[in-house]
Nanobody, 127 residues
Framework: QVQLVESGGGSVQAGGSLRLSCAAS????????MAWFRQTPGKEREGVAS???????NYADSVKGRFTISKDNAKNILYLQMSSLKPEDTAMYYC?????????????????????WGQGTQVTVSS
């Protein structure tokens, strides 16, 4: 089992930046892909970015060039640096980890690839 706890969400004006963190604990050695997803009320969860154990990354087209996913393996923390934020980035952001059976991370990240989820952190971008 892997436990995930997100932090770093908040309110920011358009054009601003935020950094989300996801602290992982438990059987983290068993995972291969980690990712960030986001969801707004009434919409499906959207894959934002993923990173594998070789630090290969994938991004949704909507965030390419603005968001950066990274991982501190020593601390077991996943990050999402978000810059040039737009009102349409407003969402609940979730951290996810797979069970280690994937040979590559789906591009863009797909929910069915991930077994472990955090509780989410809210990001609100005002215009």
């Amino acid at each position: 089992q892997v436990q995930l706890v997100e932090s770093g969400g908040g309110s920011v004006q358009a054009g601003g930046s935020l950094r989300l963190s996801c602290a992982a604990s438990g059987a983290t050695y068993s995972t291969f892909c980690m990712a960030w997803f986001r969801q707004t009320p009434g919409k499906e969860r959207e894959g934002v970015a993923s990173i594998d154990n070789d630090a290969y990354t994938n991004y949704a087209d909507s965030v390419k060039g603005r968001f950066t996913i990274s991982k501190d393996n020593a601390k077991n923390i996943l990050y999402l640096q978000m810059s040039s934020l737009k009102p349409e980035d407003t969402a609940m952001y979730y951290c996810a980890a797979d069970s280690g059976t994937n040979q590559y991370c789906s591009d863009p990240p797909a929910e069915y690839d991930y077994s472990y989820w955090g509780q989410g952190t809210q990001v609100t971008v005002s215009s």
